[in-house]
């Protein structure tokens, strides 16, 4: 099996990043995402891909490709992707959380879902480096800021006497298992409240 690994990497020098995706991606595919053969020149292959999305602002592309690399890689080389991979996921969660911090007491929506982005890629990196403390250290206060905005977002939704959204909500937030137990109890009995009073708005006789 032939690989374009020394073109792609003098593409990638130079940066001529539509010319790596060029020449790897139809000679990744021919082999196939899965395959182990060859696994250190696939594997090496896969992360010029990433480091070229990550060149190119692909992020998702770069995580996928990162991955790629992660799988098929021999476990003597795997570490190296997996800290590509957690690398990427810190900077993207940076980007984020600056993001979530800028928004205004007017965007609480907005705000949540760029934090549920933030959490979502620091658990993709701390996966593939599990002994990363900074990524640990990031997570945990992204999950902060997750709790106190479902907290925000669900008690503007109540004011707005928007219970059905309020009630999707919490709901969605109980299902973190991360939850912290003071958050639980205070999300449940918001829960319960609106529960209640639905019930009361519909009267005695409503079934």
């Known amino acids: 099996m032939s690989l374009p690994l020394a073109e792609c990497f003098a593409f990638y020098e130079a940066r001529q990043y539509q010319d790596v995706l060029m020449a790897a991606e139809p000679a990744l595919e021919r082999v196939g995402a899965a395959s182990t053969e060859g696994g250190h020149e696939v594997a090496a292959l896969w992360s010029l891909v990433g480091l070229t999305r990550q060149a190119l602002s692909d992020e998702e592309g770069a995580r996928a490709a990162f991955e790629a690399a992660?799988?098929?890689?021999?476990?003597?080389?795997?570490a190296r992707y997996q800290s590509y991979l957690a690398a990427l996921a810190a900077g993207v969660a940076q980007q984020l959380l600056g993001r979530a911090e800028a928004f205004g007491e007017a965007a609480e929506d907005k705000r949540l879902a760029v934090l549920k982005q933030a959490v979502l890629w620091l658990r993709q990196g701390s996966a593939a480096a599990?002994?990363?403390?900074?990524?640990?250290?990031?997570?945990?206060?992204?999950?902060?800021?997750?709790?106190?905005?479902?907290?925000?977002?669900?008690?503007?939704?109540?004011?707005?006497?928007?219970?059905?959204?309020?009630?999707?909500?919490?709901?969605?937030?109980?299902?973190?298992?991360?939850?912290p137990p003071d958050r639980r109890d205070a999300f449940e009995e918001l829960l319960s409240a609106i529960d209640q009073e639905s019930r009361s708005a519909r009267g005695p006789d409503a079934r």
């Open 130 to 179: 599990a002994d990363d403390e900074s990524l640990k250290a990031a997570l945990e206060r992204a999950r902060k800021g997750l709790w106190v905005a479902y907290s925000r977002m669900a008690n503007i939704l109540i004011e707005r006497r928007e219970l059905q959204g309020a009630r999707r909500l919490l709901r969605e937030a109980l299902t973190e298992e991360e939850l």
């Open 70 to 78: 992660i799988r098929v890689a021999p476990e003597a080389d795997r």
